[in-house]
């Protein structure tokens, strides 16, 4: 891929390659593989625990559904540095609750009645912004991105790079749990949707309104 793509076009693979691993390092599937367990984890039942799961997965249906509606008009870019912003700090808050918990003496987490709602809340609300952005965004982008010669190849890796690093936040993500921590888990979350602000505003080009031929200029 790298041998066809020189010049401006082999920039374009880094970014899409970028994207793709970015909207996997912001720690989304942790919060879906892990979900149930993570709730009953910090205080709530079984039931409230999967009744949680389901509503993030309604939010994340709704989200999605305003995104396509509006993507067209606002554009790929602004959606995609503003849900990384809004990530980064609902990542933030739910650390921050998760600090504040107590060890129970089988080894759960036990957090106050305030600071259980805060993680509830932002926890969803970072869903509602990953699935209003990174989630179909990424997608997107990574159709219109590519010129036609390398179409096809670039986007085949950057999709291995996606489930790569699919791969490596959801096995890692256990052994921070044991080592570190929830809070400090998902401060390292907060600070890769930090980072993918930077990353959007500095290297991603708004592709609204473009024909792929376009796009190696």
Not at 46 to 52: K, V
Not at 72 to 86: E, M, N, T
Not at 174 to 187: H, Q, T
Request: proline share 2%; with cysteine.
């Amino acid at each position: 891929l790298l041998d066809k793509a020189t010049g401006r076009v082999r920039k374009i693979v880094w970014v899409g390659i970028g994207l793709a691993t970015f909207q996997q390092l912001v720690g989304i599937n942790v919060v879906f593989y892990y979900g149930a367990v993570l709730w009953q984890a910090v205080g709530f039942s079984e039931s409230d625990a999967l009744l949680i799961n389901v509503i993030s997965g309604g939010l994340s249906i709704g989200a999605c559904v305003v995104t396509i509606l509006i993507v067209d008009k606002v554009g790929r870019k602004p959606l995609l540095w503003i849900g990384s912003a809004g990530m980064a700090l609902s990542l933030a808050l739910v650390a921050v609750a998760f600090s504040t918990g107590d060890l129970a003496e089988g080894g759960d987490l036990v957090l106050s009645d305030s600071m259980g709602v805060l993680a509830l809340v932002a926890a969803n609300i970072y869903v509602v912004f990953f699935n209003g952005s990174w989630g179909p965004v990424m997608w997107v982008m990574l159709g219109e991105m590519f010129p036609n010669q390398i179409r096809g190849s670039g986007l085949a890796v950057s999709g291995l790079f996606q489930w790569g690093s699919n791969f490596g936040i959801t096995m890692t993500f256990p052994i921070l749990l044991a080592g570190i921590g929830l809070a400090a888990a998902y401060s390292i979350y907060a600070f890769f949707a930090l980072v993918s602000v930077w990353f959007v505003l500095r290297f991603v080009h708004e592709t609204k309104g473009l024909e792929l031929e376009e796009m190696a200029g």
